[in-house]
């Protein structure tokens, strides 16, 4: 069973860095697209970043988080982190990790997301 765990939200003033952790079970990694979404109450899901292989060769970032956000995935560890850096008060959310076969953007599986907060 794929199974996607969150960790590392929390509450940050402006300007500050969190460090997020996606934990995966039931897969091979390595196999796998990973990425991030988050979710403002009411609004629909935003796409963040995703990453196909562990080399760095292929990844994305939407626009507003470029240059501040990090994703990286450790395979070896079946790990995903997104580093946030220069954190604003409109990245606060709830943050999901998701991830999909290589060969299949269709099956796509969730973790259960973690709060960031970024106030003064």
């Known amino acids: 069973q794929v199974r996607f765990v969150e960790s590392g939200g929390g509450l940050v003033q402006p300007g500050g860095s969190l460090r997020l952790s996606c934990a995966a079970s039931g897969i091979i990694l390595r196999t796998y697209t990973m990425g991030w979404y988050r979710q403002i109450p009411g609004k629909q899901r935003e796409w963040i970043a995703y990453?196909?292989?562990?080399?760095?060769?292929?990844?994305r970032y939407k626009d507003s988080v470029k240059g501040r956000f990090t994703i990286s995935r450790d395979d070896a560890k079946n790990m995903v982190d997104l580093q946030m850096n220069n954190l604003k008060p409109e990245d606060a959310a709830v943050y999901y990790c998701?991830?999909?076969?290589?060969?299949?953007?269709?099956?796509?599986?969730w973790g259960q997301g973690t709060q960031v907060t970024v106030a003064s």
């Open positions: 990453i196909t292989s562990s080399d760095g060769d292929n990844v």
């Open positions: 998701y991830g999909h076969p290589k060969h299949d953007a269709s099956t796509i599986d």
